[in-house]
């Protein structure tokens, strides 16, 4: 299944982009470090939060499936970019904390495991390093 995405440059580095199924609108705009005014997430920025939001959702399908509830856990993702040459994304250390008394120890493994399985997180390029912590609080 296909999801069209429309977008407009609207000047000084700026995009709207608009999802085709809901209508909700997003913008980016490129990063101080990069010419841009910072004000928005830039396009690196929506790479990050699409990990984070794609494990988180992941987690959540399986909880669902085996009656958890990870209601409250939250996620931090972390971005660095290259230092050199061409600019791109070179890390991203993504942390879960979960409060530990909604998932068994001996389910802990198998919902990391699918974490690891998310669309976004496999369609990276492997020279993308991608750091993961989970803690159950």
Known sequence: MAVEITGTYQGQLTCKAVHGPSGNALTTTAPKDNGGTGEYFSPTDLLATALGT???SIMGIWAKARDVNLDGT???VEKHMTAKPP???EKLVVE???PGARVSPDKRESLEHAAHTCPVHLS???DV???TA???V
């Open 54 to 56: 794609c494990m988180m």
């Open 74 to 76: 939250t996620f931090r």
């Open 87 to 89: 600019r791109k994304v």
């Open 96 to 98: 879960f904390t979960i």
């Open 124 to 126: 990276l390029h492997p």
């Open 129 to 131: 390093k991608v750091e």
């Open 134 to 136: 989970f803690r159950y």
